[in-house]
């Protein structure tokens, strides 16, 4: 079967888990289109995702004489199809997030990767994020009658449902996929229970080749790793201010952040103004590998998020037998148990963070080495990529 995933831009650092889901895909069997509205001049370092921009088309890249060489094209073809699509467009750009047109805009874009799929032979659209890309999967589906689905990873998408009329995404959707079971309720919110059946649960996963590596020894460092764009989303300001307190105890450690985002100024700002660079060292992007090769290097991973869906990254440390300190919020408590596979503090409280990171330094080899195999044992059999995958392949067959 001939499939097309549809993303805002790819590769990037921070979509693994596409590119994960892409390629388990392909080992099911389909033939994967990889199309992007954008990501044809990002610098990479990952290197498969150096491969991956070679095999995707990018909408954007013809810039705007193309989109419309595509929206006449398809308008002399398909008339009728087209003016219901465009009606949609302007609806969907009324109290919306982005005014009427932008919506347009997605209407042309819709026009492109239909003619993408086309000549690709596309049987179906599957589009990550319930933002724009599902937008113009929608559209898709409006020109041609070609089935689309698409996955809800949160939460930007759980902060403006409305803005983003998710439930008019969700009505028209052949299917959606939520990444937890409390994604799912808050697609639930906003749909009628006659369309909750459309609506699945497809964790993200991890293919074995990641943490199938030899760990040569039972040591643990004092140090703890935070992966993830440096944002307000994933509170590493309050991570930092959680440093601090445990510096003004005595106590050893090391904090690596590594990633980059528009927080690094201000997260910089602070280390310097609590003279903690001893202490604290920021990475910037890293690739897949290098991930990895923190994680093995910590003792534990800690991640404070304020908002989330269910960051791969604790998945990727509970793979590596390395417990994980996070937040009581979205789908994370689906999947770390608190003091069986690390600790769980809630959100936005420097006192309880700063008492879990401590506790995580002052625990014994035993400990950690207990909450590390029951961390791996619960992630690897409930987000191995390939399984994941097939749900989704099933979902896609029978749409």
């Known amino acids: 079967m001939r499939i097309t995933h549809l993303i805002n831009q790819y590769p990037k650092v921070s979509h693994t888990f596409i590119r994960r889901e892409i390629m388990a895909l392909e080992r099911q069997g389909f033939e994967v289109q990889r199309v992007a509205l954008r990501g044809w001049d990002e610098k990479l370092i990952d290197k498969e995702d150096i491969h991956e921009q070679t095999l995707t088309q990018y909408v954007l890249k013809a810039g705007l004489l193309g989109l419309l060489s595509a929206g006449c094209s398809v308008f002399l073809a398909h008339p009728v199809r087209f003016i219901n699509a465009a009606i949609c467009a302007i609806k969907m750009g009324i109290r919306a997030d982005r005014s009427v047109p932008y919506h347009l805009v997605y209407l042309l874009e819709a026009c492109q990767t239909l003619r993408f799929m086309q000549a690709f032979q596309s049987q179906h659209i599957h589009a990550h994020f319930g933002t724009n890309p599902s937008e113009i999967a929608m559209l898709v589906h409006l020109l041609s009658g070609i089935p689309y689905s698409f996955t809800v990873h949160g939460p930007e998408e759980f902060d403006r449902p ?27 919110r906003w749909v009628d229970y006659s369309h909750w059946h459309k609506i699945k649960v497809v964790h ?7 943490y199938d590596v030899a760990i040569t020894d039972r040591q643990y460092p004092l140090k703890l790793v935070c992966v993830g764009r440096l944002c307000e989303q994933k509170g590493q300001l309050l991570l930092v201010e959680a440093a601090k307190k445990l510096a003004d105890q005595g106590i050893a450690f090391e904090l690596v952040l590594a ?22 060292k920021i990475t910037g992007w890293i690739s897949s590998d290098q991930v990895r090769d923190y994680l093995l290097a910590a003792r534990a991973m800690v991640l404070p998020s304020f908002a989330e869906g269910l960051p791969v990254v604790i998945m990727e440390a509970m793979s590596l037998k390395r417990p994980v300190i996070s937040t009581y919020i979205a789908g994370i408590p689906e999947l770390v148990e608190h003091e069986t596979m690390g600790w769980l503090v809630p959100a936005g409280d420097v006192d309880a963070l700063t008492d879990a990171m401590k506790n995580a330094l002052l625990a014994s080899e035993e400990t950690l080495f207990a909450m590390g195999e029951a961390a791996y044992a619960t992630v690897t059999k409930r987000h191995n990529i390939d399984i994941e995958a097939k749900k989704l392949a099933v979902f896609i067959q029978t749409a």
């Open 259 to 280: 990633g980059d985002g528009e927080l690094r100024q201000p997260i910089e700002a602070l280390i310097q103004k609590y003279q903690l660079n001893t202490h604290i």
């Open 204 to 210: 993200c996963g991890l293919e074995p080749s990641f």
């Open 162 to 188: 409305q803005f983003l009329k998710l439930k008019q995404k969700i009505e028209q959707a052949k299917f959606v996929v939520a990444i937890s079971s409390f994604g799912r309720s808050q697609l639930q």
